[in-house]
């Protein structure tokens, strides 16, 4: 059953073509602009905004949803320095979303501030940047907060079994001579 919105008595979106229609635009400008791994961190994003009751994304525009997911990611990941590659500027993502910079500004801090979402953050970040971010390998062992890189190997397996680590050791590193993560 689909309640009445404002806009005239239509029938409000579902959450889940809301969605759908958000996953296809970013979609798309990700394999445009970007690469298939903001691609999919945008389409998990999307499934957290997705599943929050009620869901956010039946109100508002889909190009601001687009924006402002593809915004907040990429904030995550740097994708505004342009030392960072793939790199694009918010005057770019603006006019490929379709929406003021501003309003992509104030949409992605909602929903920064809705999942407590930072620079950096494990959940949303490359495994390229993973690898070095300190916020993914900090584990609680023995109620001592420690970094999981300097336990032992068996350790480091449990950990990572669990889940509680990042598994980089199947990823071909990008750097000369190095690989990614702990053994």
Known sequence: MT???????????STRAAADEIIAATDRICAEQLDAEYAELCRKLIGKLARKRPSPLVRGEPR?????????????????DKTQRPHM???????????AKSTLSRKS????????ILPMD???????????????????VDGFIVDARMLPAELQAEARRRGLIPDLRSTASSRAGRTEGPA
């Open 3 to 13: 309640r009445a919105s404002t806009n005239g008595g239509a029938p409000a979106r």
């Open 109 to 116: 801090q909602a929903i920064c501030d809705l999942f407590r």
């Open 64 to 80: 601001v949803w687009v924006g402002a997911v593809i915004y907040t990611v990429g904030m995550v990941n740097f994708l505004f």
């Open 122 to 140: 494990p959940e949303l970040c490359r495994r390229e940047l993973l690898a070095d971010n300190p916020l993914a390998w900090m584990i609680e």
């Open 89 to 99: 500027t918010t005057d770019a993502l603006a006019k490929v979303a379709g929406a």
